[in-house]
């Protein structure tokens, strides 16, 4: 089976059936960015960044959500002042008007200073980034975290893939956890993903009451700065990828 093409481009609002649209921006603006940003934040999300511990907490708290809402307005034709949110239990974001919620499905993720929301109206969507690190202990994690028959895939790789082929994995099973909106709730080990880094991703096998493997698809988002994978349940999806400018 082919793979979707992910066109770079400027995404059309709202997305049709059978897209997804990527945004993609940077967390490391200026303080007058910051500044117009805040504005567009309601006082509950205000209130959120101001709790975060460091004033670079706090500066990716406000563009995060910002960018956020600059991506939900360009998609349903509003004023991103005008969007309301909320958390889920699990801290994914959800639209508070069941009519934004019947048009439009996104997702959001952050490392560092990279930032991507993913929007669909074709269904759950769960998108994910990961900054690698030379000091992670992959051994360890894959120990804790990865499927028995991800480890041996992990274990069989030469040691000057495994950086990459760990990363790469977990954002794979990032996204897939995302798109359900279950998170870290559900275990880790209870599902495969490809592990072979000159492999396409993939869900490989699911042992979660209710799911079905081929119910679901995952793709990489390449171009992004670091390993990234965004994930669906049906058919697999058109990509569009654009950057948001803050200016």
Same mark, same amino acid.
């Given at each position: 089976? %082919?793979?979707?093409?992910?066109e770079?481009?400027q995404?059309?609002?709202? @997305?049709p059936?059978?897209e ?14 910051v ?7 309601? @006082?509950?999300?205000r209130?959120?960044?101001?709790? =975060? ?13 910002g960018?956020? =809402? ?6 349903l034709?509003?004023?991103p002042?005008?969007i309301?949110? %909320? ?5 994914? +974001?959800?639209?508070?008007? +069941? ?8 997702? !959001? ?10 929007l669909?109206?074709t269904?759950p !969507? ?5 900054? +690698? ?8 994690l ?7 028959a ?5 274990a069989?790789l030469?040691? %000057?893939?495994?950086?990459?082929a760990?990363? =790469? ?19 880790? =080990? ?5 592990? %072979? ?6 869900l ?11 119910? *679901? *698809? ?6 992004c ?10 058919t697999?999806?058109? !990509? ?5 400018d +803050?200016?």
């Open positions: 089976m %082919n793979e979707p093409t992910i770079v481009t995404p059309t609002a709202p @997305p059936i059978g997804i649209h990527i945004y993609a921006g940077r967390l490391d603006h200026d303080e007058a960015t500044e117009r940003f805040t504005a567009l934040l309601s @006082p509950a999300e209130l959120l960044a101001k709790r =975060r511990v460091t004033p670079e907490l706090r500066r990716r708290a406000i563009l995060s959500r960018f956020l =809402r600059a991506a939900l307005g360009a998609s034709e509003r004023a002042v005008e309301t949110l %909320n958390l889920g239990k699990h801290g994914k +974001p959800f639209f508070l008007e +069941p009519d934004d919620a019947a048009l439009l499905d996104f997702n !959001v993720t952050h490392s560092g200073d990279l930032w991507l929301c993913a669909t109206a269904g !969507v769960g998108i994910d980034i990961e900054t +690698p690190r030379d000091e992670t202990d992959w051994n360890a894959v120990e804790r975290y990865f499927s028995e991800e480890g041996q895939a992990f069989a030469p040691e %000057n893939r495994k950086k990459e760990f990363f =790469r994995t977990w954002v794979t099973k990032e996204a897939f956890l995302k798109a359900r909106g279950s998170g870290l709730t559900t275990p880790l =080990r209870d599902f495969d993903v490809e592990v %072979n880094p000159d492999a396409p991703v993939a490989l096998a699911v042992r979660i009451p209710e799911e079905h493997v081929e119910a *679901w *698809w995952c793709l990489e988002v390449t171009g700065g670091a390993p990234a994978v965004v994930a669906g349940r049906g697999k999806p058109k !990509v569009l990828l654009a950057t948001l +803050p200016s």
